[in-house]
């Protein structure tokens, strides 16, 4: 059983960045294309960033020349670097397998960007 385990987000103004880190357990982490997802209140979960075996990546159109996914599989980890933060920006960010996101969810980060 795959083990996620993000990190890094917190408060920051409008315009700011964080980075963020998702650290897998196993083996399997290396042959699985990754994704960032977001769950802002009272919404649907969304994915927001793609990133696959090859390292091919891939954005949702409202973080795309904002937003950076990349990985390090020495590491186990997959991260998103998060520049000109906006407010419609504040959610719990996770990380999962993509397409499948079928690996037990982590507890994820907040991400709250003030006005």
């Known amino acids: 059983q795959v083990q996620l385990v993000e990190s890094g987000g917190g408060l920051v103004q409008a315009g700011g960045s964080l980075r963020l880190s998702c650290v897998a357990s196993?083996?399997?982490?290396?042959?699985?294309?990754m994704g960032w997802y977001r769950q802002a209140p009272g919404k649907q979960r969304e994915l927001v960033a793609t990133?696959?075996?090859?390292?091919?990546?891939n954005y949702a159109d409202s973080v795309k020349g904002r937003f950076t996914i990349s990985r390090d599989n020495a590491k186990n980890t997959v991260y998103l670097q998060m520049n000109s933060l906006k407010p419609e920006d504040t959610a719990v960010y996770y990380c999962?397998?993509?397409?499948?996101?079928?690996?037990?969810w982590g507890q994820g980060t907040q991400v709250t960007v003030s006005s």
């Open positions: 196993g083996s399997i982490f290396s042959i699985n294309a």
């Open positions: 999962n397998r993509w397409v499948e996101a079928d690996f037990a």
């Open positions: 990133i696959t075996v090859g390292r091919s990546t």
